[in-house]
Every structure is written in C-alpha cells, then in structure tokens.
C-alpha cells in the first residue's frame, strides 16, 4: 500500500502561481496529476511516466503547469504558473506501479493509489 500526501494548495489571484507537492510513503512508477472542479468529473492534468523522463500534458495546462520529481525524495512538484480561475479545483495526485519509460496513463481509473487531494482557488 502506497500513500500519498499532497500539500501546496491554496488561495491565489489570476496570473499567480502555486507549486503543489507530493510525497509518497514508497517508491512508485507512474505517477499522475488530476483535478477535480465541483460537480465535475476528476480530469487529467499531467502524468510522469516511469523513470521520470517523459511527462505529458493536459492541453488546458500546457506551457503553464509543469510537473517534475525529486526521485531521491518520492516527491512529485505541479509548478503550476499564470493561473487562472478556471483553474479551481481540488487536485489529486496518483500513483501506479505500472512499469514502462514512456507509457502515460490519462484516466483517474489507471491509477491504484491517490492522495486526499489539495484545494485550488484561482480568484479573478
């Protein structure tokens, strides 16, 4: 069992950036970001395949959010920059330990285990 802790959120105005964090409680493979808006479904934001070296986009995000790790430390980052209130959400960070260098996984249902999520307000 594999847990995940997210951290970083907050309350920013338009064009303001936050950096979330996630530290998992063991090593893990591919790892994901989602957000979930309310009444909404949870929607892809950004995935890391295993071994770090290939992370992909949601095309909202692109240019403006940017995921990296810290191996050393089970950590995930969300750099996320130019915010906007269409932004907000609470957002979730996943985890699997499905194995390949550049395999990326988009749906919430791909993922084993998941953080309790941070909340994300974007004021206009």
């Known amino acids: 069992q594999v847990q995940l802790v997210e951290s970083g959120g907050g309350l920013v105005q338009a064009g303001g950036s936050l950096r979330l964090s996630c530290v998992a409680s063991a090593r893990t493979y591919a790892m994901g970001w989602f957000r979930q808006a309310p009444g909404k479904e949870r929607d892809f934001v950004a995935s890391?395949?295993?071994?770090?070296?290939?992370?992909d986009y949601a095309d909202s995000v692109k240019g403006r959010f940017t995921m990296s790790r810290d191996a050393a430390q089970n950590t995930v980052y969300l750099q996320m920059n130019s915010l906007e209130p269409e932004d907000t959400a609470t957002y979730y960070c996943a985890a699997d330990p499905k194995r390949g260098y550049s395999m990326h996984f988009y749906s919430a249902g791909e993922y084993q285990y998941w953080g309790q999520g941070t909340q994300v307000t974007v004021s206009s």
């Open positions: 890391m395949a295993y071994g770090g070296l290939s992370i």
